[in-house]
């Protein structure tokens, strides 16, 4: 056995590490926590100053074994966890359940996988961080305490199996009063002029001016009065304006810029951008991925100059230390950045060659010079008026980091590039060849996408690095933030246009509103939403959770004893609780919506067991009510009367195939057709109202189809293996989990048991997908069943005593 054993969080990092190390040093990993709070009951004595009760799960029995063994036999044990507060947690965790001791382990602590950095940490080894596994104990305690609390309450008064958290519940807070803004957002409309001018230059060649008008008119009759002014006004140059102006870089990648501008350039989910920057530093490719620092070091100024001089020259070269902004923001760490500047590709996946190459440029760029820029507005005055138009245009008279990179904005497709304008001069006489006054409306609110709704978390100070992923994930999973498109609406408005010394008065219809991969909230989301917020307006309170936050930090910097933190929340949140449970009413969120026509009966929309639905009399009647599931497009908060009424008039026949009868209705599930006793979904694009029989009939026969070639062969004595066709192309199946099938291309059919099973043994982390970032903690049956706070990347939270602090 070697002299030293290193243990770490996932066997990724292990391998990358153990490259960089001799003989004398054996890398094992702890794949994530080996404990956390106890499954039975909410793990916390109360009694005994909140003590977390934590166990080691039952899945990793046989690794901790493992663990011991190899410390036993080691001479030297490292504990090379992450050097944030749950890494400082893991280091914990290992040090007391292997039974370590003081004299013979090392804590040791790195941002980057390289060489140097692994060997520096082994040469500066330190204690263990107890207020940092005191900070992560409090998160992990005060979590477990509002998730356990408040989720029984929800069970009883909304419906069960539901859950709420900390940090998921204001998420949807934020998500759902997003949409109330936009349901209750009327548009106003206003006129704005555009002009279309030409000049002859002065070699005699016919050029074009485009110009704007800055004011806007409020009504139609004063546009026309305007357009009535330039019939017969004279146009020229009043006053041209030229100003230097210069844009500077935006800093290195924190956690949730990357997050941001991965969404806006690359597409990807923040889940995504997190896993796929976990594998670029796990292979030493990246600095650490969860931070909230702009730093960079002194190393990396150093290569980013060396690489600026010989990519660009030594004028593109602006040495630069950027200073966070973030409420609650930690110094602690790095910013991201590559490891290795020189290096501006790396091999792997297509996503990792595309995150890598983004973290590459923004920091390259933020070392690179300013650019600079020429604008130029010139004013066109209109004789008979006091109004005058703008045209404005710039030029970029030195590129500096735009020879690299530029930042994307959530909003840039609303953003006209500004152009180059003609050579003019003041008094230079203009024709207008034609002048546009088109109606136009303010816009509503946009909803989130994931990225904006890290940034609006990240400028409230709710959650960390390490929680938003998490979060976000969270409120999907559980169905209280559903992400999703909405198709353009169509939109007629009033258009103007005066050419020839004629206005002609047109309406032109335009598709307006269409939105991509954006946060709607569910009907269930916003009752349970309304349902806190009512009775624990401290938890859903933006301020609480940012306090919370704070509060975090202050025990990380030991001003603050973690006990006295929650005993002081427990104290204050825990009657609240108790008076809820006795004297709340239940929430349904249920809507009057008027009278049916037919019955005269009671017309509403509420929760039901199953979800949204509308529902024809009331429990108080002596005739049972009459229910219609919600569609997948409907919420009971805008749902019209009419809208409500035809979802009665389902389920309805389509006919007859097979001579069996085929029924159309929604369920708990959405849209389906019912056919000899099978159940086939309706594809989002076909609407249960008005499918036909034919429509109906290719639904049952493609499923059938789907069916028939999903098993490409089984392999083992008993059929253990199934080899199938997904979604996503051929994968196998091994007591219940999916395996990948590799290299790329590989026949389906010529798959053998023994290369299935070589196949098993390189794809170890498949049966461990519970958990999204390499950190992977089984979550008790109590949690399970409550269904409380995400584990921000999956954590196991520590407790700590001073006794063993080394």
Known sequence: ????????????????????????????????????????????????????????????????????????????????????????AIAW?????????????????????TKDAILHAIETPRDIDVNLVDAQQARRVLDRIVGFELSPILWRK??????????????????????????????????????????????????????????????????LAFLDTCKSAEFSVDNIVTKPAKKSPAPPFTTSTLQQEAARKLGFSVAQTMQVAQRLYEAGKITYMRTDSVNLSDLALGTSKAEIISMAGQKYVHTRQFNTKTKGAQ????????????????????????????????????????????????????????????????????????????????????????????????????????????????????????????????????????????????IQNRSYVEKGDRPADKRDSNVLKLKDGKVTDQI????????????????????????????????????????????????ADGKIKWTKSIDKFYKKFHPIVEDTMKNSERQVGERILGVDPKSGRQLSVKIGKYGP?????????????????LRRDQSIESITFEEALELFKLPRQLGEYEDKVMTVAIGRFGPYIRHDGSFYSLPKTDDPMDVSTERAIEIIEEKREVERNKVIQTLGKNGEIQVLNGRFGPYFTFEKVNYKIF??????????????????????????????????????????????????????KPKAKAATKK
Not at 164 to 178: K, M, N, T, Y
Not at 766 to 780: E, H, I, L, V, Y
């Open 1 to 88: 056995m070697s002299k030293n054993l290193v243990i770490v969080e996932s066997p990724a990092k292990a391998k990358t590490i153990e490259k960089f190390l001799g003989s004398d040093y054996h890398v094992m990993s702890s794949f994530g926590h080996i404990r956390d709070l106890a499954e039975k009951g909410i793990g916390i004595d109360f009694e005994n100053n909140y003590e977390p009760q934590y166990v080691v799960s039952t899945d990793k029995k046989k690794l901790v074994s493992e663990l011991k063994k190899a410390s036993k036999e080691a001479e030297t044990v490292w504990l090379a966890s992450d050097e944030d507060r749950e890494g400082e």
């Open 93 to 113: 965790h290992l040090y007391e359940e292997l039974k370590l001791k003081k004299d013979n382990t090392r804590r040791i602590v790195f941002h980057e996988i």
């Open 158 to 223: 909304v419906r069960p199996s539901l859950s709420a958290g900390r940090v998921q519940s204001v998420a949807v807070r934020l998500i759902v009063e997003r949409e109330r803004e936009i349901n209750q957002f009327v548009p106003e409309a206003s006129y704005r002029v555009n002009a279309l001018f030409s000049s002859i230059d002065s070699a005699g060649k016919a050029v074009e001016l485009k110009a704007e008008l800055p004011q806007r008119f409020a009504t139609k009759a004063e546009a």
């Open 331 to 474: 110094e602690a760490h790095e910013a991201i950045r590559p490891t290795y500047m020189s290096a501006h590709t790396v091999e792997g996946s297509s996503q990792e060659k595309r995150l890598y190459e983004l973290i590459w440029k923004r920091t390259i760029a933020s070392q690179m010079s300013d650019a600079e820029l020429e604008k130029t507005s010139i004013y066109i005055s209109v004789s008979g008026s006091s109004l005058q138009f703008v045209a404005s245009g710039e030029v970029i008279v030195f590129d500096g980091f735009l020879k690299v990179y530029m930042e994307s904005t959530d909003d840039e497709a609303d953003v006209e590039n500004e152009s180059l304008l003609p050579a003019m001069k003041n008094g230079e006489k203009l024709s207008s060849i034609e002048i546009i006054a088109q109606e136009r409306f303010s816009q509503k609110p946009p909803r989130y996408g994931e990225a904006s709704l890290v940034r609006k978390m990240e400028e409230l100070g709710i959650g960390r690095p390490s929680t938003y992923a998490p979060t976000i994930s969270t």
């Open 508 to 555: 032109k219809s335009e598709n307006t509103g269409a939105e991509k991969s954006k946060l709607f909230p569910t009907d269930i989301g916003t009752v349970v939403n309304d349902f806190l917020t009512g009775y624990f307006p401290d938890i859903l309170n933006y301020n609480f959770t940012a306090d919370v936050e704070q509060e975090f930090d202050s025990i």
């Open 613 to 629: 639905l509308a529902q024809i009399g009331t429990v108080e009647e002596e005739e049972k009510p009459v229910f219609a599931s």
């Open 743 to 796: 290299p790329k291309g590989t026949d389906p059919t010529t798959l053998t048991l023994e290369r299935c099973q070589e196949l098993i043994a390189a794809q170890p982390e498949a049966a461990n997908k519970k958990k999204p970032f390499g950190r992977k903690a089984t979550a008790s049956k109590t949690e399970k069943k409550a269904k409380v706070e995400p584990k921000a990347k999956s954590k196991t």
